[in-house]
């Protein structure tokens, strides 16, 4: 099996060195550029092609995922001390929106980064245990519109399975139904959830007591 093919985003070259650092201690994870600023890292994918982008925390984020392409490269971001405060929580939520696949405080443990690059490698979804809290303790922005309806015991099943992080085929598999009826019931329980992503939709659903994670 092929490394996963990573490259790092941080404010300083201290940092970047550090982090490079950190992940040579796995051998398969190869760290295939670096970069500081924001300007000419569109650039930079392209010509790399990364399986992940690891990226230092800092305000541009937002608005740099959103001029990428995330089909294309996975996204883990590590998170400073902002997760100590309440915009520090939007913020996180608003990643996930945006499709970010990784977040994890900035002191996480090598081995914690490592394993959430190699998951979002293969188009998982990983949350920090502080981070999940954090996003737990946000009010729940479904239930304050009045727009969450129930859902079937067919769609609890599955959101509980998007928390485990299970792909439409492992799900179609599981339960025995088409890849295309998988879809169907994912597309339902993001609406009735007011949901925009899976990650979002396995968050509400366990604020309103669906699953339990």
Do not use: Y
Request: proline content about 2%.
């Amino acid at each position: 099996m092929s490394a996963v093919r990573v490259v790092i985003v941080a404010q300083s070259i201290v940092m970047q060195a550090g982090l490079e650092a950190l992940l040579a201690t796995d051998p398969s994870v190869e760290v295939i550029g670096r970069a500081v600023g924001w300007a000419a890292l569109s650039e930079t994918l392209q010509v790399l092609q990364p399986d992940v982008m690891l990226v230092e925390w800092n305000a541009q984020i937002a608005t740099l995922v959103e001029d990428i392409e995330l089909e294309e490269c996975a996204i883990v971001v590590l998170m400073n001390d902002e997760l100590e405060d309440t915009m520090g929580a939007e913020a996180i939520a608003a990643l996930l929106r945006s499709g970010v696949q990784g977040i994890l405080p900035l002191e996480a443990a090598a081995d914690e980064i490592i394993a959430a690059l190699k998951a979002a490698a293969t188009g998982l979804t990983v949350l920090h245990a502080d981070v999940l809290e954090m996003l737990l303790a946000l009010p729940s922005r479904s239930a304050s519109e009045g727009l969450m309806s129930g859902l079937t015991a067919r769609e609890t099943e599955v959101l509980g399975m998007l928390a485990e992080g299970l792909g439409n085929k492992a799900i179609a598999r599981r339960l025995n139904i088409s890849d295309h009826t998988v879809k169907f019931h994912i597309s339902s329980i993001l609406s009735k959830l007011n949901a925009s992503s899976r990650t979002e939709a396995v968050i509400l659903g366990a604020k309103q007591g669906w699953i339990l994670l």
